[in-house]
Nanobody, 124 residues
């Protein structure tokens, strides 16, 4: 089992920046692909970004490409999501997810472990 705890969500103005963190309890954190997803009210959960075990491969949703950056620190068992140029449409609960393996998937079903989520609200 892997436990994930997100932090960093808050209210921010449009155009601002925010960094989310996700701390994992995994024994060998580098064995896990890590992803960030988000869910806005009334919408399905959607992929945001993902990163391979050693950070060599990343994937992003088109809607955040160029604005968000995913990174990880395996020594701290933590994955980050740096969000810049935030827009009101980025408002959502952001979830951290983990999957054992090497495939950096964008599919929600591909991740076995999930955090509780952290709320990000972007005001216009």
């Amino acid at each position: 089992q892997v436990q994930l705890v997100e932090s960093g969500g808050t209210l921010v103005q449009a155009g601002g920046s925010l960094r989310l963190s996700c701390a994992a309890s995994a024994r060998t954190f580098s064995n896990y692909v890590m992803g960030w997803f988000r869910q806005a009210p009334g919408k399905e959960r959607e992929f945001v970004a993902a990163i391979s075990g050693y950070g060599r491969s990343t994937r992003y949703a088109d809607s955040v490409k160029g604005r968000f950056t995913i990174s990880r620190d395996n020594a701290k068992n933590t994955v980050y999501l740096q969000m810049n140029s935030l827009k009101p449409e980025d408002t959502a609960v952001y979830y951290c997810a983990a999957r054992l393996g090497v495939v950096v998937t964008t599919e929600t079903e591909g991740y076995a472990f999930w955090g509780q989520g952290t709320q990000v609200t972007v005001s216009s």
